[in-house]
C-alpha cells in the first residue's frame, strides 16, 4: 500500500511562484519502484499530465504547456516528489492531484493517469490575472 498526500497549493498572482509537495510513504514504498507522477484538473476540463519522474529510468517528463516553468525533482530527505512551478499563468488553475506508479508494468512513459496505482487527495492552485 502506499499513500500520497499533497501539499503547498494556494492562491497566487500571475507570474508568481509555488512549489507542490507530494509526501510519500507505506510499508512497499519506495523511488526504486515507483515513478510519481503530477497531473491537474481544472474545472470543466478532463486531468491531463503535467509532469512525472522516474528514479529507476532517470527520467523526467514535461507537458509543453509547462515545459520551461515547472521543475520536478525528488527529495530523498523527506521522501517527497517536489514541483516547483514558476511564472504561473492563470491557465494553471486546476486541482493538482499526485499519483504513483509502479516501474514494472507498462512502457516506463508514465503519462496516463489510468495507469496510475495511487493517488493523492489533491491540492488547489489558483492563478490570478
Known amino acids: 500500500e502506499v499513500h500520497l498526500v499533497e501539499s503547498g497549493g494556494g492562491f497566487v498572482q500571475a507570474g508568481g511562484s509555488l512549489t507542490l509537495s507530494c509526501a510519500a510513504s507505506?510499508?512497499?514504498?519506495?523511488?526504486?519502484?515507483?515513478?510519481i507522477g503530477w497531473f491537474r484538473q481544472a474545472p470543466g476540463k478532463e486531468r491531463e499530465g503535467v509532469s512525472y519522474?522516474?528514479?529507476?529510468?532517470?527520467?523526467?517528463w514535461y507537458a509543453d504547456s509547462v515545459k520551461g516553468r515547472f521543475t520536478i525533482s525528488i527529495d530523498s530527505a523527506k521522501n517527497t516528489v517536489d514541483l516547483q512551478m514558476n511564472n504561473l499563468k492563470p491557465e494553471d488553475t486546476a486541482v493538482y492531484y499526485c499519483?504513483?506508479?509502479?516501474?514494472?508494468?507498462?512502457?516506463?512513459?508514465?503519462?496516463?493517469?489510468?495507469?496510475?496505482?495511487?493517488w493523492g487527495q489533491g491540492t488547489q492552485v489558483t492563478v490570478s490575472s
Open positions: 519522474i522516474s528514479k529507476s529510468d532517470r527520467a523526467t
Open positions: 499519483g504513483a506508479i509502479s516501474v514494472y508494468t507498462g512502457s516506463h512513459y508514465y503519462t496516463r493517469g489510468d495507469e496510475y496505482d495511487y
Open positions: 507505506g510499508s512497499s514504498f519506495d523511488f526504486d519502484d515507483y515513478a
